[in-house]
């Protein structure tokens, strides 16, 4: 029989004793896996800048995630402590970490078992792979572009970002993950190189012209990472402004200038470092600028403003500003991609916030027309032997569709939908042009292939989750009608 007041502190205790502890339960449930310091081991980096757009982190931590080393947890822990869990690995962390080049350079794990092939291992032609990310289970798939055989599916370092980057030659490829890792892939080996973690929360990468250099653009630090061929750390640049650190948003290759251009997203500058002597010039400008496309002669770039409302070209051989285009609906200027109208020279966006794409005249930056499209879109691809650009509808209830538009007419010809309901976005061409590579970018996905003049369905191939897809001829050549 229990005292009253015996029975009155059991009541009290018990809340106490069920009150949540995280930071405890972390350290002993989570941390050999995620790192002490929430930045990452086996398992990736917990924190707010990585988790912001995971959805249901409460259903990973309790069920975990099928065929993965993160498994369930809802038989240790209560509901009440995957909450505080959560709260937990989505606060900032409380100091700013450090990723010093000595911890970069500790980092680098070369695969023991790599040996270079002298030629290609297999028969395809090594300049018309294409490689097809496959965000489903971390892997890449990498793709015979004329009999569209899978020759060989690798793991890659979890969440990839940005696009791969080939070597100059398109026998190497280079693949950035979310956590800051860098992947070096031989193709003609079909192996691995190595990797190594050039920063805790990365961006995107670019490469030098010569391949001799590859940039690696950061969130945490920030700062930008200079890589060299054989992943060796060569520089850490500090991306700071008058004492502040800005992080940079994304890191671009200007072939015919050497250099990388750099979009600070926490200040109001472009800098551009050279590829030769890694010297930095900055480039001052109105408010920050982000998500750039580029001239030709990669004399100019167009950017969008914070608000999302303008494009903003700059000419930077002299810093000035050179237009500004109202492009209202935030502009995804990174994904444009231009062709030949009129022997004038055309370069087209899709919007993130609104249903069309705009076609901007490259000689003056003026609008040429806005082509209402089904919803926002993400990704745009031409190629130069085909008359049409191929445009996906990523975003709201059409995300089912991929819009074919004429380049010269500007009308859309054809909707492709052939999964109603499912997402069907990103498309690549052939090196040649003659086939199209789409995604069905579901868990239990594919990718079909299309032939690109008489748009019929040619092949479907099963992919998990595949998202983007980077042939190499297109790739390496610049070839007009990629997003670079
Ligand atoms: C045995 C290693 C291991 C342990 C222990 C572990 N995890 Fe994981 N966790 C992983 C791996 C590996 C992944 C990536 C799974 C995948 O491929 O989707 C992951 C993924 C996650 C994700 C999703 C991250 C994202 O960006 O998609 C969250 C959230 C997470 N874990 C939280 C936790 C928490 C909280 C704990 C402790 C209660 C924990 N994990 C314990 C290995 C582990």
Same mark, same amino acid.
């Given at each position: 029989?229990?005292r009253?007041t015996?029975?009155?502190?059991?009541?009290?205790?018990?809340?106490?004793?069920?009150?949540?502890?995280?930071?405890?339960?972390?350290?002993?449930?989570?941390?050999?896996?995620?790192?002490e310091?929430?930045?990452?081991?086996? @398992?990736?980096?917990?924190?707010?800048?990585?988790?912001g757009?995971?959805?249901g982190?409460?259903?990973?931590?309790?069920?975990?995630?099928?065929?993965?080393?993160?498994?369930?947890?809802?038989?240790?822990?209560?509901?009440?402590?995957?909450t505080?869990?959560?709260?937990?690995?989505?606060?900032?962390?409380?100091?700013?970490?450090?990723?010093?080049?000595?911890?970069?350079?500790?980092?680098?794990?070369?695969?023991?078992?790599?040996?270079?092939?002298?030629?290609?291992?297999?028969?395809?032609?090594?300049?018309?792979?294409?490689?097809?990310?496959?965000?489903?289970?971390?892997?890449?798939?990498?793709?015979?572009?004329?009999?569209?055989?899978?020759?060989?599916?690798?793991?890659?370092?979890?969440?990839?970002?940005?696009?791969?980057?080939?070597?100059p030659? !398109?026998?190497?490829?280079?693949?950035?993950?979310?956590?800051g890792?860098?992947?070096?892939?031989d193709?003609?080996?079909?192996?691995?190189? !190595?990797?190594?973690?050039?920063?805790?929360?990365?961006?995107?990468?670019?490469?030098?012209?010569?391949?001799?250099?590859?940039?690696?653009?950061?969130?945490?630090?920030?700062?930008?990472?200079?890589?060299?061929?054989?992943?060796?750390?060569?520089?850490?640049?500090?991306?700071?402004?008058?004492?502040?650190?800005?992080?940079?948003s994304?890191?671009?290759?200007?072939?015919?200038?050497?250099?990388?251009?750099l979009?600070?997203?926490?200040?109001?500058?472009?800098?551009?470092?050279?590829?030769?002597?890694?010297?930095?010039?900055?480039?001052?400008?109105?408010?920050?600028?982000?998500?750039?496309?580029?001239?030709?002669?990669?004399?100019?770039?167009?950017?969008?403003?914070?608000?999302g409302?303008?494009?903003?070209?700059?000419?930077?051989?002299?810093?000035?500003?050179?237009?500004?285009?109202?492009?209202p609906?935030? +502009?995804? &200027?990174?994904?444009?991609?231009?062709?030949?109208?009129?022997?004038?020279?055309?370069?087209?966006? +899709?919007?993130? !916030?609104?249903?069309v &794409?705009?076609?901007?005249?490259?000689?003056?930056?003026?609008?040429?027309?806005?082509?209402?499209?089904?919803?926002? @879109?993400?990704?745009?691809?031409?190629?130069?032997?085909?008359?049409?650009?191929?445009?996906?509808?990523?975003?709201? +209830?059409?995300?089912?569709?991929?819009?074919?538009?004429?380049?010269?007419?500007?009308?859309?010809v054809?909707? &492709?939908?052939?999964?109603? @309901?499912?997402?069907?976005?990103?498309?690549?061409f052939?090196?040649? !042009?003659s086939?199209?590579?789409?995604?069905?970018?579901?868990?239990?996905?594919?990718?079909?292939?299309?032939?690109?003049?008489t748009?019929?369905?040619?092949?479907?191939?099963?992919?998990?989750?595949?998202?983007?897809?980077?042939?190499?001829?297109?790739?390496?050549?610049?070839e007009?009608?990629?997003?670079?």
């Amino acid at each position: 029989m229990i005292r009253p007041t015996a029975f009155f502190s059991l009541l009290l205790a018990l809340p106490l004793t069920a009150h949540a502890d995280p930071a405890a339960d972390y350290a002993e449930h989570c941390a050999a896996c995620h790192g002490e310091d929430r930045l990452g081991g086996t @398992g990736p980096a917990l924190i707010p800048e990585t988790l912001g757009r995971v959805r249901g982190i409460d259903t990973v931590i309790a069920q975990g995630r099928v065929s993965t080393q993160m498994e369930g947890f809802a038989d240790r822990l209560s509901p009440e402590s995957i909450t505080a869990l959560v709260d937990y690995v989505t606060a900032p962390l409380d100091h700013r970490p450090d990723w010093s080049a000595e911890q970069i350079a500790a980092s680098r794990e070369m695969n023991p078992d790599y040996q270079p092939a002298e030629k290609p291992v297999f028969a395809a032609d090594p300049l018309n792979i294409t490689l097809v990310v496959e965000t489903g289970d971390h892997h890449v798939s990498v793709l015979d572009g004329d009999t569209f055989e899978v020759l060989a599916r690798f793991a890659t370092p979890f969440a990839v970002h940005g696009g791969p980057k080939f070597s100059p030659d !398109g026998r190497f490829v280079y693949i950035m993950s979310r956590d800051g890792w860098v992947q070096k892939y031989d193709i003609w080996s079909l192996a691995e190189v !190595g990797r190594i973690r050039a920063a805790l929360n990365s961006r995107n990468i670019a490469i030098s012209p010569d391949g001799q250099r590859i940039a690696v653009a950061n969130y945490l630090p920030e700062s930008l990472t200079i890589l060299d061929s054989d992943l060796n750390p060569l520089r850490l640049i500090a991306t700071q402004v008058d004492g502040t650190p800005s992080r940079v948003s994304a890191v671009y290759q200007a072939p015919q200038r050497h250099s990388f251009v750099l979009a600070l997203k926490d200040a109001p500058e472009i800098w551009e470092v050279a590829t030769t002597d890694l010297s930095i010039r900055r480039i001052p400008i109105d408010e920050p600028l982000d998500d750039f496309f580029f001239s030709p002669d990669y004399r100019q770039l167009i950017g969008a403003n914070r608000d999302g409302d303008k494009g903003v070209a700059i000419d930077l051989d002299d810093g000035h500003k050179v237009a500004e285009l109202p492009l209202p609906g935030m +502009p995804h &200027l990174g994904s444009g991609i231009t062709w030949e109208r009129d022997g004038r020279r055309v370069m087209a966006t +899709p919007h993130l !916030g609104e249903g069309v &794409l705009s076609v901007i005249d490259m000689q003056d930056w003026s609008l040429v027309k806005q082509i209402k499209t089904s919803g926002p @879109g993400f990704f745009l691809r031409g190629h130069a032997t085909s008359p049409y650009v191929w445009a996906d509808v990523f975003f709201g +209830p059409h995300k089912d569709e991929m819009h074919v538009i004429d380049k010269q007419t500007l009308e859309i010809v054809k909707t &492709l939908a052939p999964f109603p @309901g499912q997402t069907f976005a990103h498309s690549e061409f052939t090196r040649d !042009g003659s086939h199209v590579l789409v995604s069905l970018w579901e868990d239990e996905g594919a990718v079909v292939i299309y032939d690109a003049k008489t748009l019929d369905e040619v092949k479907r191939l099963p992919m998990r989750k595949p998202s983007g897809k980077y042939n190499v001829w297109n790739k390496i050549t610049f070839e007009d009608g990629t997003s670079h």
